[in-house]
Nanobody, 125 residues
Framework: QLQLVESGGGLVQPGGSLRLSCTAS????????IGWFRQVPGKEREGISC????????EYIDSVRGRFTISRVAANNTVYLQMNNLKPEDTGVYYC??????????????????WGQGTQVTVSS
């Protein structure tokens, strides 16, 4: 079993930045593709970014491309999501998830076997 822990959420003003972390206690984390998802009340969980097992491939949805950067540090069993120029519509609970396979599309939540508990991000003035 792979346990994931997200951290780094909080309240930030529009235009501000946050860095989310997704950390696992096992190094097998590094043999999984990792996705970040966002959920707001009344809506389905939305995939926003992902990174391949080796970290060479990254993907972003249009609304965050150019503002968010996903990266991973194998030595720390951690994947980061650097979020800059945050907007109110970025508000939500952010989850990281692990998939043992590389997929053509990484935004389908049902492909992921392991999930963190989520961290709240609120962008408001």
């Amino acid at each position: 079993q792979l346990q994931l822990v997200e951290s780094g959420g909080g309240l930030v003003q529009p235009g501000g930045s946050l860095r989310l972390s997704c950390t696992a206690s096992k190094s097998t984390f590094n043999s999984h593709a990792i996705g970040w998802f966002r959920q707001v009340p009344g809506k389905e969980r939305e995939g926003i970014s992902c990174i391949s097992i080796g970290g060479k491939r990254t993907e972003y949805i249009d609304s965050v491309r150019g503002r968010f950067t996903i990266s991973r540090v194998a030595a720390n069993n951690t994947v980061y999501l650097q979020m800059n120029n945050l907007k109110p519509e970025d508000t939500g609970v952010y989850y990281c998830a692990a998939d043992p396979y590389e997929r053509v599309s990484c935004y389908w939540p049902y492909n992921y076997d392991w999930w963190g508990q989520g961290t709240q991000v609120t962008v408001s003035s």
